[in-house]
């Protein structure tokens, strides 16, 4: 099953994310899918940066969202 989920890159306690779509029976640092996002948490206010229609696109071929990006689609106002 297709899963977007958080990808973690950065350094050592300056952590940063990609939004990812990748193979949920896979390690997240495995080969991707796609990207559709962006976020940075270590920023004030966290910067959050989605492709909606790849998202969509996504989800329309039955990828899952994981509970944190389902939570950062919901705080950037969109509706899933």
């Known amino acids: 099953m297709l899963t977007i989920r ?3 890159m950065g350094a050592k306690h300056k952590p940063v994310y990609r939004i990812v779509v990748s193979d949920s029976r896979k390690r997240p ?3 991707i899918l796609d990207q559709v996002g ?3 948490p270590t920023v004030d206010p966290p910067e ?3 492709d ?3 998202v969509e696109a996504w989800r329309s071929k ?5 509970e944190t990006v389902r939570s950062l ?3 950037a106002g969109k509706s899933q």
């Open 29 to 31: 640092t495995s080969d």
């Open 52 to 54: 909606i229609d790849k």
């Open 6 to 8: 958080l990808r973690r």
């Open 48 to 50: 959050v940066r989605l």
């Open 62 to 66: 039955g990828a899952q969202m994981s």
């Open 73 to 75: 689609v919901r705080k």
């Open 38 to 40: 962006f976020y940075d």
